[in-house]
């Protein structure tokens, strides 16, 4: 069992910038796959950013070169660095460990 605590969503305006962190209960160095998905209003949910235990990384095409993952392995932490918002990054997001266990996401809001 691991528990995924999300944090850092909040309101920021259009080409504002925000860390969002995963928090996990187990090693972060155990994990194969730690991934941060986002999930619109009437949107299915979408992967955005892939974290292996290789060290790559991988983003959707509509946040790469804003958002970067870093990985805290002190403290069993995945962060999103996200910069450039647009409205369109609004969405709740969640933090998902391998294919198995899901945070219970936060929120991010875009708006001027």
């Known amino acids: 069992q691991v528990q995924l605590v999300e944090s850092g969503g909040g309101l920021v305006q259009p080409g504002g910038s925000l860390t969002l962190s995963c928090n996990a209960s187990?090693?972060?160095?155990?994990?194969?796959?730690m991934g941060w998905f986002r999930q619109a209003p009437g949107k299915e949910r979408e992967l955005v950013a892939s974290?292996?235990?290789?060290?790559?990384?991988s983003y959707a095409d509509s946040v790469k070169g804003r958002f970067t993952l870093s990985r805290d392995t002190v403290n069993n932490t995945l962060n999103l660095e996200m910069s450039s918002l647009k409205p369109e990054d609004t969405a709740v997001y969640y933090c998902?460990?391998?294919?198995?266990?899901w945070g219970q996401g936060t929120q991010v809001t875009v708006s001027s």
């Open positions: 974290f292996f235990n290789t060290g790559s990384t």
């Open positions: 998902k460990w391998e294919h198995q266990y």
């Open positions: 187990r090693s972060i160095l155990l994990v194969y796959f």
